[in-house]
């Protein structure tokens, strides 16, 4: 299974944009039950946990993105989505998504870059 983020980009702040993971070449049997989570990791700082979903679809944010991002997930298409709203310079980092429960290899994450 490779992990495949996409979405990122240059934005001001006050922007938005929608980041998507694929879970490219997993089947629905291994990825419906999996719980799954985005990740930011800031220049030079440790990789952190933002956001969560379940294989139930409750959800948990850090509280720097609580209110502003929105995790949510298909499990059909076997992707999960990182709807990230009202962002702030403090948001630039390069996101990646994983499996809470099994963490499998990282993908190359994708950059979110937020001007002043």
């Known amino acids: 299974v490779r992990l495949v983020e996409r979405g990122g980009g240059l934005v001001q702040a006050g922007g938005s944009l929608r980041l998507s993971c694929a879970a490219s070449?997993?089947?629905?049997?291994?990825?419906?039950?999996?719980?799954w989570g985005w990740y930011s990791q800031p220049p030079g700082k440790e990789r952190e946990l933002v956001a969560s979903i379940t294989s139930t679809k409750n959800t948990d944010y850090a509280d720097s993105v609580k209110g502003r991002f929105t995790i949510s997930r298909d499990n059909s298409r076997k992707m999960v989505y990182l709807q990230m709203n009202s962002l702030k310079p403090e948001d630039t980092a390069v996101y990646y998504c994983n499996s809470l429960n099994e963490p499998l290899d990282w993908g190359e994450g994708t950059q979110v870059t937020v001007s002043s």
């Open positions: 070449g997993s089947i629905f049997s291994v990825f419906a039950p999996k719980d």
